[in-house]
């Protein structure tokens, strides 16, 4: 392919990332979660890479389950919503895949389901985010009429946090407390709980919440390198970025004060302005409405978007670098400029950026002599 947009990925990078949420949480089990194909970097390949690693995978549907069961991952797969209907019970059977059962429905068609062997289900409370799981009545009585049902296998209790990203900020912090403080409450009120393991911490509370590990962690977006935390954390600062996204220059003009660039003129020069434009665009990824100002890497150093992202490209001041001409290498995140940065001047979250991306060359970098 010529067209020179390109998404690395650096699978070493991603190994380090594991390996770092393993030695924040030692205790732990740890469930990769790949859903949306991975954040962006491909599910497949994700899975493969970390295949010796990770003790589980988590998806957020069937359709992402069966897609890395079909290209040969054996181990434990979570559907981290459950199933969306009794008759999905059938297939997460078949493909040996671990439902959470989140709400009183679901709970009926797992003790409905007639399977021929096993089935493991990761229960799910709902401790005070307030999207999914059951109530701390229903989750203990739910516990006990799983515990009786013939085909359970494993059972873990889960919640998820909602705010475990503002460590050290007062709200945020207490309301992390107290979540963490429901979930053991409602744990402490099944029959066995020491004979339940237990699963809260996403990326943020591997990083800044030891008390919510517990026995299984569910990492996504550190195990792909960036930050959950708006501000700077001594844990964080170790993630490698898995992804960098790139292009180069294709044309470069001068225009003089007062000249107007891209749809909707609303990038206008201020002095004689050397404009580059670089081959990516909204169809690629990169957000369509990063304002004037967002930080472009253009080699190796640092210049302003200037003027609307259109689809398959966008433009950039490079007056003060002058030696920048067709052909330069464009970072728009990964390696050299920290996706947070993107995501905090665009008004979004590094998430968002990484999902979005599509349409672009994929490069896979694997030195698997990394430690
Ligand atoms: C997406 C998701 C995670 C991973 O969250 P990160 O912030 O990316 O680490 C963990 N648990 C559940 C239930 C999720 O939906």
New binding site residues.
Partial sequence: MSRPARCRIDLAALRHNLRLARRLAPGARLAA?V?ANAYGHGAVRVARALAGEADAF?VACMEEALELRESGIERPIVL?EGVFSPDELALAEHAALTPVVHSRAQLEWFLAARPRRPLDCWLKLDSGMHRLGLTPREFIEAEARLRDCAHLGQLVAMS?LARADEPGEGEGEGATRRQIADFRAALAGCDLPASLPASLA???AILAWPEAHADWV?????LYGAS?FAEPHPQAAKLRPVMTLESTLVAVRELAPGERVGYGGRFCCARPTRLGVVAIGYADGYPRHAPDGAPLLVEGRLAPLAGRVSMDMLTVDLTDLPEAGPGARVELWGAGLDVGRVAAASGTIA?QLYCAVSRVAVEVRDDSDDQ
């Fill in positions: 979660v859903k988590a981290l998820h996403n990326s943020a569910r990492p996504g977006l550190m959950p998430y």
